[in-house]
């Protein structure tokens, strides 16, 4: 999990994307973050980090629309609807659904919300942020802040932490964080597959 990769990735499509919105860019069938990595990584909570981040990238380099993929059965769709997934007895919500969730949040609803640009994060590949900013006041209303430091509760490294600034003028008195994390780390299935924990 590394957002320059992710970056890189993207790059391939720049030339795809047309900026008077004429015609939208969709990229169906995006894949897994994990490529050949454990299977239980794949459909986990650190393949919902890399979504977020991806989606978010996508988003800032005017790409319209994203889709992880179209098989049910894969072990990073957000959800399965039958028996047919190989880690799943029956319909599950796998560990990658909290991406839906942070995505829509950060979009949000409302004709006053648009323009997402990426912002600047000096020497950590493993970090990115983002803001949405309200098309009326021209000022960032919504940051997203995603840190890729892969950590698993079985592992035997200690939870790091991150610290960060933003500065964002003397206008703003009032801030709302939320959080989307996991006390299991980058390995955490979706409550029908790994349980409660």
């Not at 590394?2 to 069938?29: F, Q, R």
């Not at 035997?156 to 991150?162: H, V």
Request: net charge positive; with cysteine; aromatic share 8%.
């Amino acid at each position: 999990m590394d957002h320059a990769t992710i970056v890189n990735h993207l790059k391939p499509y720049a030339h795809y994307v047309n900026n008077d919105g004429s015609l939208p860019l969709v990229i169906s069938e995006i894949g897994s973050a994990t490529g050949n990595s454990p299977s239980a990584f794949g459909g986990g909570f650190g393949a919902a980090l890399w979504a977020v981040d991806v989606h978010l990238a996508a988003m800032t380099r005017g790409i319209k629309r994203m889709c992880n993929t179209q098989e049910p059965a894969a072990t990073h769709s957000f959800w399965v609807p039958d028996n047919s997934g190989s880690n799943t007895q029956g319909p599950a919500v796998q560990g990658i659904f909290p991406t839906a969730a942070f995505i829509t949040d950060f979009v949000g609803k409302g004709d006053s919300l648009g323009k997402a640009v990426e912002l600047p994060v000096s020497g950590d590949t493993k970090f990115s942020a983002y803001a949405l900013y309200n098309l009326k006041s021209d000022r960032p209303q919504r940051i997203a802040l995603v840190n890729l430091h892969e950590w698993h509760r079985k592992s035997n490294l200690k939870r790091g932490t991150t610290q960060v600034t933003l500065n964002v003028g003397d206008r703003v008195q009032s801030t709302m964080a939320r959080y989307m994390s996991s006390e299991s780390g980058s390995f955490a299935q979706g409550s029908d597959v790994g349980g409660a924990r």
